[in-house]
């Protein structure tokens, strides 16, 4: 491409802004092409894939330029990242900027320590290190640092996978159909989705194949009461009511009246009657507390530290924290113990985050089944392998983006034991 020194300064400016990272990059940037309308498609394309590359490698950007302003890291990424050469900046820059410039060119990720080479920061490197070998670490760090495919679940109440793959295809996509989910389709590129027919007749949505494959370790039935607890913007619940055949009821909570808000255009272009979305205060409102004891399926998709999703959000390991990560697992702790109640005898729930971190996973479930003897842990790659899903991670979901080509999502699933069991 040929860069201009509009499209330079641009970038820049929307680094500056974002770089405080008071709030998510994503939107930031979204104010920023508000307030800046004028651009055309191929500027803010530029500038989103300049400022998400000096997230994702800012680190190592931070441990090559002399002084990291916002400029300096655009110009090292633009050369070490997106394969410039010096002669296309050389208009752009001055001769000072060049010879560092070419200095950086020469130099290799692998000489770098190991958290540069990852990209992670100290806090985190510490807490990975006390479950993961340095290698792991590594391979989870680079594979974080790649963007991430664009998948679709496919609106199976609407649709069947193989039409819409037909579709996509003669559309020119390359498509093709994930690995583990019965309903996705994974699209290499980056194209514009959300203005083709089948989006806007609600027959594919935009979904991690790792999320998709919740709905499949909660399995709802035809006919039952089932709960989405932390539904935000629900691209589970909508997944959840196709697999329902929109048959039985539905609920989708959470405590945010805005992301209930997003939920409304997608609910309405799925087809689907059997979900009522509802806001609640906190986990134990009283409209949770009325259905304690009769819900057949409640998901828990908890809210957590999203470092399973840095390749969408490389923002997120600069705005956790430790601090923030203890104030997440009281909250875990509490919305696990309070969805559990909905759950009647012979139940199932599935506890899942977006976080490869066992103090916000493995830790939650186990003190939790410490202290409800009426829970056990069912084993997640049986319950998968029921669905005809193969995929074997063990008792529990723990899926990494190096080995799955999915976020890293972590799931357990707990059944509630029925009167017989508990005697």
Not at 166 to 192: H, V
Not at 220 to 227: A, D, H, L, Y
Request: overall charge neutral; charged content about 25%; proline content about 5%.
């Amino acid at each position: 491409m040929h860069l201009t020194s509009f499209q330079l300064d641009a970038a820049i400016t929307a680094i500056r802004a974002v770089l405080p990272l008071e709030y998510p990059a994503d939107a930031i940037l979204r104010r920023f092409f508000k307030e800046n309308a004028a651009l055309g498609a191929h500027d803010r394309a530029f500038i989103a894939e300049s400022v998400f590359g000096v997230l994702r490698h800012r680190f190592f950007l931070e441990s090559l330029v002399p002084r990291s302003t916002p400029r300096a890291l655009v110009l090292a990424h633009l050369v070490k990242f997106e394969g410039m050469n010096l002669r296309e900046l050389a208009s752009l820059t001055n001769e000072t900027e060049i010879k560092w410039l070419a200095d950086i060119k020469a130099i290799h990720v692998s000489s770098r320590s190991l958290p540069v080479q990852a990209e992670f920061p100290e806090w985190l490197m510490e807490k990975l290190q006390q479950f993961m070998p340095d290698e792991q670490i590594l391979a989870l760090g680079l594979s974080l640092q790649k963007p991430a495919p664009l998948d679709l679940r496919v609106n199976t109440f609407l649709a069947k996978r193989e039409q819409v793959l037909e579709l996509l295809k003669n559309d020119g996509f390359d498509a093709e159909t994930t690995p583990y989910s019965p309903c996705g389709i994974r699209i290499n590129g980056k194209p514009a989705i959300n203005r083709h027919p089948l989006f806007l007749a609600g027959k594919i949505e935009v979904q991690d194949e790792g999320s998709q494959l919740l709905g499949y370790l909660l399995a709802p039935k035809r006919g039952e009461m089932v709960v989405d607890f932390c539904a935000g913007a629900g691209g589970k619940s909508l997944l959840l009511g196709a697999l329902m055949n929109s048959k039985g009821r539905l609920y989708a909570f959470d405590v945010s009246e805005k992301r209930l808000e997003n939920l409304k255009p997608r609910f309405k272009r799925s087809g689907l009657s059997n979900l009522h979305a509802q806001r609640i205060a906190h986990e134990n409102d009283s409209k949770v507390k009325r259905l304690a004891g009769k819900i057949d399926r409640v998901l828990v998709d908890a809210p957590c530290s999203g470092l399973g999703t840095l390749r969408r959000n490389p923002d997120l390991k600069w705005r956790q924290s430790p601090q923030s990560i203890e104030e997440l697992k009281t909250k875990q702790a509490g919305i696990l113990s309070a969805a559990a109640h909905l759950l009647k005898p012979g139940g199932r729930l599935v506890y899942a985050t977006c976080s490869f971190l066992p103090e916000e996973n493995q830790a939650i479930v186990t003190e939790f089944l410490s202290q409800h003897p009426e829970f056990f842990l069912l084993n997640c790659s049986e319950l998968l392998s029921q669905q005809k899903i193969p995929l074997d991670t063990g008792e529990f979901l723990q899926l990494f983006p190096a080995q799955h080509q999915t976020d890293g999502f972590f799931a357990a699933a707990l059944g509630r034991k029925d009167m017989a069991q508990v005697e």
